[in-house]
Every structure is written in structure tokens, then in C-alpha cells.
């Protein structure tokens, strides 16, 4: 969407996905503080994440064959266009899995704090630093997650 129409649709879609965060952000926090598995917690925010989609008109369409992620470890790899395709991911790919993703995001205020418990930061400029992420990720499927 260009123009007007589409300045209106991403002011929409990104009031929607704020205010929806934030409603839950209190449960997730709480969630993490309990010790609720990493797989109830991101099975609340692929629910959520539909419901945001659905609200805003955003329709995905999963193409091809993915393995069974709750049978075996995979590594999926995104053609990472926009933040759009995490919202992707989540709404159509089953399973319980973590994300990898800049350590810029730590920064964003909420959103921060939920990414570092519930995903894995890389942080891009440090080598050693970016070898600890994959480490990580290497537990993680391990734990199946």
C-alpha cells in the first residue's frame, strides 16, 4: 500500500500490535517469574500473534514440506525481508521454537525484556559474541525447543 492508505494501514497495524503486546505483557513477565515452559509461553505468543494478524488483515500462506519441529531439531531460515516475516513465522509455523536475532532489540523498552528470556541474541560485531549465540541455540534444540 502506498499513499495515505498506507501510512492509515501501518499507523493501524502498529497501534494493534502495541496495544495487544502491552496487554499481555504483565502475563508474560509473570509466565517467565513462574517458570511456565519456554513451549506454554511461545504457545501464547503464536495464539497472540494470529489474533494480531487476523485484526490488522495480514494472511500468511505457508509453502512447501517443514519437518515435524516437536519430533526433531531444525534450523529454519527466514529470507528476512521485514519484521513482517517474524509475525509470519509465528502465525503459521507449529511447533516450539526460539528466534535469532540482533542484540539491537534488547533495547526496545517491553519487548526487550521478553526477547532476551524467550529468544536468543546475537550480537553481529563481536565474533565471540556471535559464536556464544550459536552455542545457545545448540542447547536449546537439544532441549527441544
Known amino acids: 500500500m502506498r499513499g495515505l492508505a498506507g501510512r492509515l494501514w501501518r499507523g493501524y497495524f502498529f497501534t494493534v500490535l502495541a496495544l495487544s503486546f502491552l496487554s499481555l505483557f504483565p502475563l508474560y513477565v509473570l509466565m ?69 536475532g540482533k542484540m539491537e532489540l534488547n533495547d526496545w523498552p517491553a519487548f526487550g525484556y521478553f526477547f532476551r528470556k ?12 556471535a559464536a556464544r549465540a550459536f552455542v545457545e541455540a545448540t542447547q536449546a534444540m537439544q532441549r527441544g525447543e
Open 32 to 100: 517467565l517469574w513462574m517458570g511456565v515452559s519456554h513451549r506454554r509461553i511461545h504457545g501464547l505468543r503464536r495464539h497472540h500473534t494470529r489474533i494480531t494478524c487476523r485484526a490488522t488483515g495480514l494472511r500468511f500462506r505457508l509453502q512447501g514440506i517443514l519437518p515435524d519441529l516437536d519430533q526433531q531439531p531444525a534450523i529454519l531460515c527466514a529470507n528476512h525481508a521485514s519484521y513482517l516475516d517474524i509475525l509470519g513465522i509465528l502465525s503459521t509455523i507449529p511447533g516450539d521454537y526460539r528466534f535469532l
Open 118 to 129: 524467550m529468544d536468543i541474541t546475537v550480537n553481529r560485531l563481536q565474533p565471540r559474541e
